[in-house]
């Protein structure tokens, strides 16, 4: 008996070793295999606040990653622009030169590097958020990898930032009428000013960190986003108006500098494209869901919110029907294919 005995606490003394390190190195359920994954940190840059859809989408990424890696790929992401001081343009510039490693940025943004990025944005190409999500995990998000590869990019995924409504402080927007003479904040870019000139706004170029006081002190009137950002920074609270007519598709792009992914084993780069593309349709359902409760939360909060009917919106589309034309020219026949525009 004592024999046996024996015989089993030794045989658990060479098998307890296996098990330890079978446990200790995952840290999750995933491999801890550094020979797949070698030990890496990799900062991620994304403009929003904490609780903005780009900052959630990065920080589910970075969870899942480490998850699948047992803790060996670390994704540190910094909200805000911190590491640019606010300044949204240089942290893309970073990205794209390999300063830092992952960002997610909105194509009105990723415009600096390629204009033919906006043609997403291209008013009222899309009736519904089905249709952006076939088109852009199809042509559109190939299109997108092919420029975004051209500036020294790898793309990942796409995640919604969402439909873009406007809020002012001055008067309900129903008809284009009530638009002319609004000074709106934008983000820049051709579509985007083009467009509010088309319909007799005062379109601003102007860094989003600026906008909440500009509206406060009077220096704009008003400015167009997504439910999400609206919400994140509070905008809600200092505009009187807000008008729901998705007059155009706005998402986040999910990059890694090429140099460094191509550096990566072929498990941790399949790695951060899959857990990219998991991160971005969670974020994407998370938008969607997301909406009419903040449109409640906007009302609740003393908010005009007024939904326009596809009828409502025809004489908005005819104002703009000359330079929807315009831009499906502008960016080329490869892009309009990409999209399936006429």
Known sequence: MKKKIIAILAGLVLVMPILAGCTSSTGGSGTGDEKLYPKMKLRMTVNGTDIATDTKTAKKFAELVKEESGGNIEIVVFPNDQLTGGNMTKSI??????????????????????????????????????QAREMIDSTGGAYYAKLLANKGLTYLGSVHNGFRQITNSKREVKKPEDVVGLKIRVPGGEVYLNFWKALGADPVA?????????????????????????????????????????????????????????????????????????????GRDMVEEGEQ?????????????????????????AKIADLQKYFIQKYGTEAAEAFGLK
């Open 93 to 130: 510039e970073m990205v794209a030169q390999g300063t830092t490693e992952i960002s997610a940025y909105a194509t009105s943004a990723l415009g600096v590097l390629d204009q033919r990025l906006l043609v997403g944005t291209i008013p009222w190409i899309f009736d519904n958020y089905t």
């Open 293 to 317: 409760v903040l449109m409640e939360k906007f009302r609740a909060a003393g908010m005009t919110v007024t939904e326009l009917s596809s009828e409502e919106l025809e004489p908005f589309k």
């Open 206 to 282: 102007m860094s989003w960190g600026e906008v909440f006081t500009a509206i406060q002190q009077g220096t704009i009137d008003g400015q167009e986003n997504g439910f999400s950002v609206t919400n994140s920074a509070n905008v809600y609270e200092i505009q009187k108006y807000m008008t729901v007519w998705n007059y155009t598709y706005e998402n986040y792009l999910f990059v890694v500098n090429s140099e460094k992914f191509e550096s990566m084993t072929p498990e941790t780069q399949a790695l951060l494209k899959e857990k990219a593309l998991e991160a971005c349709e969670w």
